[in-house]
Protein backbone atom coordinates (compact mmCIF):
# COMPACT_ATOMS: atom_id res chain seq x y z
CA UNK A 1 0.00 0.00 0.00
CA UNK A 2 0.83 3.57 -0.50
CA UNK A 3 -0.05 6.80 0.16
CA UNK A 4 -0.48 9.47 -2.84
CA UNK A 5 -1.24 12.66 -1.81
CA UNK A 6 -2.12 16.21 -4.06
CA UNK A 7 1.21 17.91 -2.71
CA UNK A 8 3.34 14.59 -3.47
CA UNK A 9 1.32 14.35 -7.00
CA UNK A 10 2.27 18.05 -7.27
CA UNK A 11 5.76 18.15 -5.96
CA UNK A 12 7.02 15.00 -8.38
CA UNK A 13 5.37 16.73 -11.64
CA UNK A 14 8.03 18.19 -13.39
CA UNK A 15 10.00 14.89 -12.56
CA UNK A 16 7.40 12.63 -14.09
CA UNK A 17 6.88 14.63 -17.11
CA UNK A 18 10.60 14.04 -17.60
CA UNK A 19 10.17 10.94 -17.36
CA UNK A 20 7.65 10.68 -19.77
CA UNK A 21 8.91 12.69 -22.49
CA UNK A 22 12.63 13.00 -22.50
CA UNK A 23 13.98 9.71 -23.62
CA UNK A 24 17.40 8.38 -24.11
CA UNK A 25 20.65 10.68 -24.84
CA UNK A 26 18.53 13.79 -23.16
CA UNK A 27 16.50 14.37 -26.46
CA UNK A 28 12.85 15.42 -25.96
CA UNK A 29 9.55 13.47 -27.32
CA UNK A 30 7.31 15.94 -28.78
CA UNK A 31 10.54 18.98 -27.53
CA UNK A 32 8.11 21.94 -28.66
CA UNK A 33 5.81 21.56 -26.00
CA UNK A 34 6.75 19.14 -23.81
CA UNK A 35 10.24 20.19 -22.94
CA UNK A 36 8.97 23.55 -22.41
CA UNK A 37 5.99 22.34 -20.01
CA UNK A 38 8.96 21.20 -17.90
CA UNK A 39 10.67 23.60 -17.61
CA UNK A 40 7.63 25.90 -17.00
CA UNK A 41 6.61 23.15 -14.33
CA UNK A 42 9.98 22.55 -12.81
CA UNK A 43 10.10 27.19 -12.43
CA UNK A 44 6.95 26.85 -10.02
CA UNK A 45 7.33 27.85 -6.38
CA UNK A 46 7.55 24.72 -3.96
CA UNK A 47 4.29 25.81 -2.54
CA UNK A 48 2.44 26.73 -6.18
CA UNK A 49 -1.37 25.98 -5.63
CA UNK A 50 -2.81 23.41 -8.15
CA UNK A 51 -4.37 26.02 -10.07
CA UNK A 52 -0.66 27.34 -10.83
CA UNK A 53 -0.07 23.40 -12.46
CA UNK A 54 -3.57 23.33 -14.28
CA UNK A 55 -3.11 26.96 -16.13
CA UNK A 56 0.45 25.82 -17.26
CA UNK A 57 -0.99 22.35 -18.58
CA UNK A 58 -4.34 23.60 -19.93
CA UNK A 59 -6.37 21.08 -17.77
CA UNK A 60 -5.61 19.00 -14.72
CA UNK A 61 -4.78 15.35 -15.80
CA UNK A 62 -1.74 15.42 -14.28
CA UNK A 63 -3.01 16.61 -11.07
CA UNK A 64 -5.93 15.22 -10.50
CA UNK A 65 -6.07 12.26 -7.90
CA UNK A 66 -9.39 10.01 -8.42
CA UNK A 67 -10.92 7.33 -6.19
CA UNK A 68 -11.22 4.23 -8.72
CA UNK A 69 -14.47 3.29 -6.05
CA UNK A 70 -16.63 6.53 -6.26
CA UNK A 71 -14.78 8.15 -9.02
CA UNK A 72 -15.07 11.49 -6.85
CA UNK A 73 -11.81 13.40 -7.24
CA UNK A 74 -9.77 13.57 -3.66
CA UNK A 75 -6.73 15.14 -1.74
CA UNK A 76 -5.54 11.64 -0.89
CA UNK A 77 -6.02 7.79 -1.74
CA UNK A 78 -4.37 4.70 -0.94
CA UNK A 79 -2.82 2.95 -3.77
CA UNK A 80 -4.08 -0.65 -3.07
CA UNK A 81 -1.88 -3.78 -4.91
CA UNK A 82 1.08 -1.89 -6.86
CA UNK A 83 -1.98 0.46 -8.87
CA UNK A 84 -4.76 -1.96 -9.01
CA UNK A 85 -7.14 0.59 -6.89
CA UNK A 86 -6.49 3.85 -5.31
CA UNK A 87 -9.12 4.37 -2.68
CA UNK A 88 -10.29 7.46 -1.18
CA UNK A 89 -10.22 7.64 2.87
CA UNK A 90 -14.55 7.76 2.56
CA UNK A 91 -14.69 4.44 0.76
CA UNK A 92 -12.11 3.06 2.54
CA UNK A 93 -14.04 3.67 5.80
CA UNK A 94 -16.60 1.78 4.07
CA UNK A 95 -14.71 -1.13 3.50
CA UNK A 96 -13.75 -0.88 7.11
CA UNK A 97 -17.42 -1.20 8.01
CA UNK A 98 -17.83 -3.66 5.64
CA UNK A 99 -15.56 -5.72 7.36
CA UNK A 100 -16.15 -4.42 11.17
CA UNK A 101 -19.92 -6.11 10.29
CA UNK A 102 -19.03 -9.61 8.56
CA UNK A 103 -16.34 -9.87 11.84
CA UNK A 104 -18.84 -8.79 14.49
CA UNK A 105 -20.04 -11.85 16.27
ZN1 LIG B 1 -13.88 6.84 -2.99
Redesign the pocket.
Known sequence: MKLITKSGILSSLAERIKNEYQMEGGTWYQSNWSKPLYEDISNLPADAPESDFIEIIGDDTWTRIK?D??Q?S?DKVIDIGGSAAM??P??LNEAMGMLTERTTP
Open positions: CECRVLCFC
